[in-house]
């Protein structure tokens, strides 16, 4: 039984009992690339290749402002994160933007509101380019 089923057997998730005739014992299971350093599931990371060359950027979805350690851990990485306040009761998400603007205040680097309640947190290395100075100059779109 793989280790995530055994994980989702403890947690009570699956029975895990059932549907072991589809997991091969042979099968030597290991660590996905580039997952050894995400501990939360809800922590998304861009694929392998942009992980290989040290351009990666995590999106966070927290619960709670409990969540906000993993936020400020990644940001101190010098990892830009996208954080989805959607899920969250006002309040903690308030809590966590009031967070997230601390953390990049005292770390020199930038918050963003990229939709209603979703925020890009940037390290001070990186620019942000918005696509909308752009749009005017184009023409390509202009019927007029």
């Given at each position: 039984?793989?280790?995530v089923?055994?994980?989702?057997?403890?947690?009570?998730l699956?029975?895990d009992?059932d549907?072991?005739?589809y997991?091969d014992?042979d099968?030597?299971?290991g660590?996905?690339?580039g997952?050894?350093?995400v501990?939360?599931?809800r922590?998304?990371v861009?694929?392998?290749?942009a992980?290989?060359?040290g351009?990666?950027?995590a999106t966070?979805?927290?619960?709670?402002?409990r969540?906000?350690r993993?936020?400020?851990?990644?940001?101190?990485e010098?990892?830009p994160?996208?954080?989805n306040?959607t899920?969250?009761?006002?309040?903690?998400?308030?809590?966590?933007?009031?967070?997230a603007?601390?953390l990049?205040?005292?770390?020199?680097?930038s918050?963003?509101?990229?939709?209603?309640r979703v925020f890009?947190?940037?390290?001070?290395d990186?620019?942000?380019v918005?696509?909308?100075?752009?749009?005017g100059?184009?023409?390509f779109?202009?019927?007029?």
């Amino acid at each position: 039984m793989g280790s995530v089923r055994k994980a989702s057997a403890w947690l009570g998730l699956v029975d895990d009992s059932d549907d072991e005739r589809y997991y091969d014992d042979d099968y030597s299971e290991g660590p996905e690339p580039g997952d050894a350093w995400v501990t939360d599931p809800r922590v998304r990371v861009a694929d392998q290749a942009a992980q290989d060359q040290g351009s990666r950027i995590a999106t966070v979805t927290p619960d709670g402002f409990r969540d906000a350690r993993g936020i400020g851990e990644l940001f101190r990485e010098g990892i830009p994160v996208i954080v989805n306040l959607t899920a969250m009761e006002p309040a903690d998400a308030k809590r966590v933007v009031d967070f997230a603007a601390g953390l990049t205040f005292g770390l020199r680097g930038s918050i963003e509101r990229v939709a209603t309640r979703v925020f890009l947190l940037t390290p001070p290395d990186y620019q942000v380019v918005s696509g909308e100075a752009r749009r005017g100059n184009s023409g390509f779109f202009n019927q007029s």
